[in-house]
């Protein structure tokens, strides 16, 4: 969906933010969230907090559910970590979510049953599960996952800013 431009401030220098977490803290997605909306809005990217919001909330979720770290036989009861990466520059948003499990997500390829077919019934559209990575490709305009250098994995998402910058 085609959305308003924003003027951004301080477009050329970019911003960078990492938040870490740990997946067995209670508040752990609400955290993420909540510190990505406050992160966005400081950057001037209110107009993307919410979409980002519900995309780190997936993202981390997926974390908290699935995440078996690589190292977990010899680090029993050890706190599993997940680093929340946020950047932009010059006219993306970047979310990466990193964990410390080498396992690829299952993203989904394709629609499940066609629209044509779905008729009214827009909810047959969407699975009882697997619904997490369905939302965030819909909602950003790319995703992705890439290993990390010593195992784990990131997955990424990419939203087009269509940003103009603010004269100087
Ligand atoms: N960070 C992750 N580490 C390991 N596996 C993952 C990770 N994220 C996703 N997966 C795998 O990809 C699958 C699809 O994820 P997705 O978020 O779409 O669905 P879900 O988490 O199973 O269900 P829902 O999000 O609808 O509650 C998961 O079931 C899991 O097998
Ligand atoms: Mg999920």
């Known amino acids: 969906m085609a959305r308003p431009r924003e003027v951004a401030p301080a477009l050329a220098s970019g911003h960078f933010r990492a938040l870490t977490f740990f997946a067995e803290s209670a508040d752990t997605v609400r955290a993420a969230r909540d510190m990505t909306t406050a992160t966005l ?87 009882d599960r697997g619904r997490g990575l369905l939302i965030v490709q819909r909602l950003a305009d790319a995703v992705w996952w890439s290993p990390g250098d010593d195992g784990g994995k990131t997955v990424w998402c990419r939203f087009d800013l269509d940003l103009i910058t603010s004269p100087s």
């Open 41 to 127: 809005q400081g950057w001037g990217l209110g107009r993307w907090s919410e979409d980002a919001r519900l995309v780190v909330s997936e993202l981390v979720g997926n974390v908290v559910h699935h995440a078996v770290p690589d190292n977990c036989l010899s680090q029993p009861g050890g706190s599993r970590r997940v680093d929340v990466l946020l950047k932009m520059w010059p006219n993306w948003l970047f979310i990466g979510v990193v964990d410390e499990d080498s396992t690829p997500p299952d993203l989904p390829v394709g629609e499940f049953i066609s629209p044509e077919l779905a008729g009214d019934f827009s909810e047959a559209l969407l699975p």
